[in-house]
């Protein structure tokens, strides 16, 4: 059973969309919140951390964690698998956090039928797919293999924009990244089921 006082933000979108960009520029200011960082099998690009941009662990780790059923959710990404973990999950969820994910379409279907109705779902894409190419050359962090197999993937998902309650185009990242705060504020005013029927018991008797 997870607690849910909190609420749920869920960011997916083509890899170089810019989703890590637009979080580090507004996980300060949004406050009360939890980045959920989670666990993949896929290396480490330079530059990034462990703990602070994913759990880094072996396919074998990895496939221990779901036996024991640690994950939220988890799903096979560009041949490498990424999971939620879903202890700190819970607990933010219990302190009232706005819970943020960056995950991708299928982790979108598993966190919706799970935690659907404190969920708010943002699909971001760049302004075009010769855009996006750009940006992932730009980034510098990929071979081409990796770029080609990341571009064949963005078509892919796009086509499942329908799925996500908003569409953001990263196009200007200030601009962006206002839109995207506006998106979280609101996130946190949806309420769960429970506690609109506790509301509904409550005004009708004052
Ligand atoms: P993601 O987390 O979605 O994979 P990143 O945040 O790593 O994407 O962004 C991919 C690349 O595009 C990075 O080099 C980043 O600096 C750049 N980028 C992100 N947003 C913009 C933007 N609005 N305009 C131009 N470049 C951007
Ligand atoms: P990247 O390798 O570029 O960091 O991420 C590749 C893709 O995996 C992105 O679409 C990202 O949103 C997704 N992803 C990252 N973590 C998770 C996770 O825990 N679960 C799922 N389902 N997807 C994830």
């Avoid at 059973?1 to 170089?16: D, E, N, T």
């Avoid at 943020?100 to 894409?125: K, M, P, Y």
Wanted: proline share 3%; charged share 30%.
């Amino acid at each position: 059973m997870i607690v849910k006082r909190g609420a749920v933000l869920v960011l997916s979108g083509p890899s170089g969309a810019g989703k890590s960009s637009l979080i580090n520029k507004i996980i300060d200011e949004i406050g009360d919140c939890y980045f959920s960082i989670s666990t993949t099998t896929r290396p480490m690009r330079p530059g990034e951390r462990e703990g602070v941009d994913y759990h880094f662990v072996s396919e074998e780790e990895f496939k221990k964690g779901i036996e024991r059923d640690e994950f939220l959710e988890y799903a096979l990404v560009h041949g490498n698998y990424y999971g939620t973990s879903l202890k700190p999950v819970k607990e933010a969820l219990a302190q009232g956090k706005l819970v943020i994910f960056d995950i991708d379409v299928q982790g979108n279907v598993s966190v919706n039928s799970r935690l659907g109705d404190i969920t708010t779902s943002v699909f971001i894409v760049p302004p075009s797919l010769s855009e996006l190419e750009r940006r992932l050359r730009a980034r510098g962090t990929d071979s081409e293999e990796v770029i080609q197999q990341r571009i064949e993937n963005a078509k892919k998902e796009i086509q499942r924009v329908s799925e996500y309650d908003f569409l953001l185009i990263n196009d200007d990242l200030d601009t962006a990244a206002e839109q995207l705060k506006l998106i979280a504020k609101v996130a946190r005013m949806k309420l769960p089921t429970e506690e609109i029927n506790e509301f509904i018991q409550k005004w009708e008797n004052i």
